[in-house]
C-alpha cells in the first residue's frame, strides 16, 4: 500500500501540476463545452441541446398538432430526468421561446395559456400553461424511426437521444439563433420559409452558385414583428458573403387624418426584439424630457395588434421630420446583428457565409435521405425473406405441419428440410397454417411483387447522385408549399425601403435658426448679438474691457475656443447668452482655469483643417473634426508644459510662414509639417532666443502679404528669399514689416 503523506492521502494520488497549465486545461474544457452544448446551434438542424431534447421528450409524449395539448410541467420533467440535467427553469423558458410568435418566425411549438407577450411580461408558472408540437416542429424530427440520424447515450446513459434531427425544415435560417459562448457568439436572424427554399432549389441546380444570385431569392431577413428594412443591399450583400454584419430595422407606420389639417401617427409594427413595454416608456420619456419638442403625447392602444399613435405639437410639423428624430433617439429604429457562427458537421465552430449555411443543411438532407432509403431496404429485404418463408410453406404444408406436430426441434428441422433461415422458421412457426389458403397465397405473391417494385425503386435512389437530388428537390417544394407567401404564415412581414432623404441634424433640428455675432471681451464675458454686425464698437463694455474676438455665426453653428492650455473647447451656439448687457463670465460655461486665455475662437468647420502652434516654436496640421470636445474640460490637442498655445490658424495655401519675437521670417512647404490628432508637434522655427511671435499661410501664386496698423495689406517683395526648411532660423524680416512683428494683428480664422 502506497506510503501517505502529510495530508493523510497515498501519495499517487497527488498530481503536481503547475497552475498555468491546470487552469488553461479546465477553463478550455469548459469553453468548449459551453460552445458545443448551451451556446451555438448545429448548422444542420439549427437547433442547440436544450432545444432538441425539449422537440425529442414532445414525440416521445406523442404531442402532435392533432393531438391534445399536455401540462409544461410534465414536458419539463421529462427532459430535466431524461435527457438534460439542468435546472427547469431555462429549459421552460426555451420552451416559452419556441412557442412566441413575436419572438420566433415559425414556433414550433403551440402554447396554451400564457406565454408571456411583446409588452415584455413573462409567461406564467408551467403548471399553469400546455403544449404540443406544431408542423414546422413535426418536420424537424421526421425520420427518427427510419435510422435518420445518430443516437448518443444520454448524460445517465439510461437511455438514448438524437446526436442532429432529421431536420425537414430549414430551421436555423427560418428561425435564426442567439447566444453567447466563451469567446464567441452566434446572432443569426429569421428569414422566409418560401424564399429559403427557392434559394435552396437553386443551389440543388447550380451548386456553385453566387451569394448575389442566392440574394435573388433570399431577400434579406424576415422578422415576426415586421417593420420595415433600411439595409443598403449592398450593405446586406457583404453581410451574407461574410457571414457577419447587421441589418437595420424601423418601425412601420403611417399617418391618419383628423380633419382641419390635423394627423396623428399610428405605429402598426416594432422592430425585432423591441419590447413594447420599453418602448412606451421611452417615448413617454422623451415627451416629458421635450428631447424632441415636436413631440406633445403618446398612446399605447394595442389590442392583439400593434397600435401606438404619436401626436405632433403642430399640424404644421413634417411628419417625415418627426419620426425620423424619434428613429434616432428611441427603439423604433433597432440593429439586428448576423454573425453565422455554428456549429458544423463535425461539430467544429465557424462563421459560415448564405451558401455554407444551405449547403449544409441540403447535404444534411441528402444524408438522412440515404439513410432512411437504406432503412427502409432493410426493411423491404427482411419482409420478402419472411414471404419467401411463407410461399415455401404452403407449397409444403403437409410436411411443415408433420414437422412442427412431431419433430423435437420444429426450427432446426425445417431449415434443415427446406433451407430456410432463421429468421423464416421463426415466422412459420409463429403463423397459423389453417390461413394458408388460396386468398393467402394471392396475397403473399401479390405483397412480394409489390415489395420486389419498392426494393428496385430504392436501389436505384440509393445508385443515383441525380435521383436523390430530384427527391430533395420535391421535399423542399412540398416545404414551399406549406409555407407559401400566400399562406397567413408563409406570407413575409417584414418589408424593404431606401433610408428617406431626411437631412436632419438632431444637435440643431429643434433650434431656429438666426444669424448672431458672438463676441468675447479681453476680461472673458461672452454673448451672442442678434443678426451680423460689422462694428461692434457701439457696444458697451465693462469697465477697461473691449471686444477681443468677434466672430458671425448662425444659432445651430458650433463655437470652437482654442486655449493657451492647449485645449479646445465645444459651445453651441444657441446656448451663449443673448446680447442683453455684458453677457456671461465664459469660464462658467467652460473649465478654463484663471491662468489660461483664449487664443482663438471660430465657427466650427468639420473639413478644415488647422495648424496649432505653441510659443516655443512647434505645431502640427490637425484636421478640425478631430478637435470637437465632447465635455466641459474640453479637448487636449496641443500638449504644453512650459511654453502656451499662442496661435490657431486655418490652413489655406501650400506654404506656411512664422516670425520670431527676434523679428526673423522662416517660409517652409506645408507639407513638411506633419499632420496629428494630439501632441506637442515639431520644430516650426528654431530661435537662439526668445520664441515664436506669429505664423501663416499662403498660396505660391499669392505670394506673402502682412497686414500693417493701419489695416493695410502689404506684399512682402522678394518672400522667396526668405524659404527654407522647416526647424531653419529663417532670414530677418524685410523693411517696412509691421513693427508688431506679426503677419495679421486680428486674430481668428
Known amino acids: 500500500m502506497p506510503a501517505n503523506d502529510s495530508t493523510g492521502l497515498p501519495s499517487d494520488s497527488i498530481v503536481e501540476e503547475h497552475i498555468d497549465e491546470a487552469l488553461s486545461s479546465r477553463y478550455l474544457a469548459y469553453a468548449l463545452s459551453t460552445i458545443t452544448q448551451r451556446a451555438l446551434p448545429d448548422v444542420r438542424d439549427g437547433l442547440k441541446p436544450v432545444h432538441r431534447r425539449i422537440l425529442h421528450a414532445m414525440r416521445q409524449l406523442r404531442l402532435n398538432p392533432e393531438g391534445a395539448h399536455k401540462k409544461s410541467a410534465r414536458i419539463v420533467g421529462d427532459v430535466m430526468g431524461q435527457y438534460h440535467p439542468h435546472g427547469d427553469q431555462s429549459i421552460y423558458d426555451a420552451l416559452v421561446k419556441l412557442s412566441q410568435t413575436f419572438a420566433t418566425r415559425y414556433p414550433l411549438v403551440d402554447g396554451q395559456g400564457n406565454f408571456g407577450n411583446i409588452d415584455g411580461d413573462s409567461p406564467a408558472a408551467m403548471r399553469y400553461t400546455e403544449a ?22 444520454t448524460y445517465n446513459e439510461e437511455d438514448e437521444e438524437p446526436r442532429v434531427l432529421p431536420a425537414g425544415f430549414p430551421n436555423l435560417l427560418a428561425n435564426g439563433s ?68 447587421s441589418f437595420r430595422s424601423r418601425a412601420r407606420w403611417h399617418t391618419e387624418d383628423l380633419g382641419r389639417g390635423m394627423y396623428q401617427i399610428v405605429v402598426t409594427e416594432i422592430p425585432y426584439q423591441v419590447q413594447k413595454g420599453r418602448l412606451i416608456e421611452k417615448l413617454a420619456e422623451i415627451v416629458e424630457t421635450k428631447k424632441v419638442p415636436w413631440l406633445a403625447d403618446v398612446n399605447d392602444e394595442s ?201 436632419l441634424d438632431l444637435a440643431t433640428a429643434f433650434i431656429a435658426r438666426e444669424p448672431v455675432t458672438v463676441i468675447l471681451s479681453k476680461k472673458g464675458w461672452v454673448r451672442a448679438v442678434k ?111 512650459e511654453a502656451e498655445a499662442i496661435r490657431c490658424i486655418s490652413v489655406k495655401g501650400d506654404k506656411i510662414a512664422t516670425i520670431g519675437e527676434n523679428r526673423k521670417i522662416l517660409v517652409f512647404n506645408a507639407g513638411e509639417l506633419p499632420q496629428m490628432a494630439r501632441g506637442k508637434g515639431v520644430r516650426l522655427q528654431k530661435y537662439s532666443d526668445g520664441g515664436l511671435r506669429d505664423i501663416t499661410t499662403f498660396a505660391t501664386g499669392s505670394g506673402l502679404s502682412f497686414v500693417d496698423s493701419a489695416g493695410r495689406n502689404n506684399a512682402v517683395k522678394d518672400w522667396i528669399t526668405l524659404e527654407g526648411k522647416r526647424a531653419g532660423a529663417g532670414r530677418a524680416a524685410p523693411k517696412g514689416f509691421s513693427r508688431i512683428g506679426v503677419f495679421d494683428p486680428a486674430k481668428g480664422l
Request: charged letters at 30%.
Open 132 to 153: 404540443r408540437m406544431t408542423a414546422a416542429g413535426v418536420a424537424l424530427l421526421e425520420g427518427l424511426e427510419e435510422d435518420a440520424v445518430d443516437f448518443v447515450a
Open 178 to 245: 442567439t447566444g453567447i459562448a466563451v469567446g464567441m457568439a452566434t446572432s443569426i436572424p429569421p428569414h422566409n420559409v418560401a424564399e429559403i427554399c427557392d434559394a435552396a432549389l437553386y443551389l440543388i441546380k447550380t451548386p456553385n452558385a453566387r451569394i448575389e444570385t442566392l440574394m435573388q431569392h433570399i431577400k434579406g431577413p424576415d422578422f415576426p414583428t415586421g417593420g420595415v428594412i433600411i439595409e443598403p443591399r449592398d450593405t446586406m450583400l457583404e453581410t451574407y458573403r461574410s457571414g457577419k454584419g
Open 303 to 503: 389590442a392583439e395588434n400593434i397600435r401606438i399613435v404619436l401626436g405632433p405639437k403642430s399640424r404644421s410639423i413634417d411628419p417625415d421630420m418627426l419620426m425620423e428624430s424619434l428613429f434616432r433617439l428611441t427603439p423604433l429604429e433597432n440593429r439586428v446583428s448576423l454573425n453565422m457562427n455554428v456549429l458544423d458537421a463535425t461539430r467544429t465552430p465557424r462563421v459560415m457565409d448564405l451558401r455554407e449555411v444551405l449547403r449544409a443543411w441540403l447535404d444534411h438532407r441528402r444524408e438522412v435521405l440515404q439513410r432512411c432509403s437504406s432503412h427502409r431496404l432493410g426493411k423491404t429485404l427482411d419482409r420478402m425473406e419472411v414471404l419467401d418463408g411463407y410461399m415455401i410453406a404452403y407449397l409444403n404444408v403437409d410436411e411443415v405441419i408433420r414437422i412442427i406436430r412431431f419433430a423435437e426441434k420444429p426450427k432446426e428441422e425445417l431449415i434443415k428440410t427446406f433451407g430456410l433461415t432463421g429468421r423464416q422458421a421463426d415466422a412459420i412457426l409463429n403463423m397459423r397454417l389453417r390461413a394458408l389458403n388460396r386468398l393467402q397465397e394471392i396475397g403473399i405473391r401479390s405483397e412480394y411483387d409489390e415489395l420486389a417494385a419498392r426494393k428496385a425503386g430504392i436501389e436505384q435512389l440509393l445508385a443515383s447522385e441525380k435521383l436523390q437530388w430530384a427527391r430533395i428537390s420535391d421535399q423542399v417544394r412540398c416545404i414551399k408549399k406549406s409555407y407559401a407567401k400566400d399562406t397567413d404564415m408563409g406570407r413575409r412581414r417584414s418589408t424593404f425601403a431606401d433610408e428617406p432623404d431626411v437631412d
Open 531 to 641: 443678426g451680423h454686425m460689422n462694428d461692434v464698437t457701439g457696444l458697451k463694455f465693462k469697465d477697461k474691457d473691449s471686444a477681443d474676438f468677434v466672430v458671425k455665426a448662425q444659432t445651430t453653428d458650433t463655437v470652437l475656443l482654442f486655449a493657451s492650455n492647449g485645449k479646445f473647447y465645444t459651445i453651441g451656439a444657441d446656448r451663449l447668452p443673448g446680447g442683453r448687457g455684458d453677457g456671461e463670465p465664459i469660464r462658467l460655461m467652460i473649465d478654463l482655469g484663471d491662468d489660461h486665455i483664449p487664443v482663438g475662437l471660430f465657427v466650427h468647420d468639420e473639413g478644415r483643417e488647422l495648424i496649432v502652434a505653441s510659443s516655443d516654436g512647434y505645431g502640427f496640421r490637425v484636421m478640425e473634426k478631430d478637435v470637437i470636445a465632447s465635455t466641459r474640460g474640453g479637448k487636449q490637442v496641443l500638449n504644453v508644459r
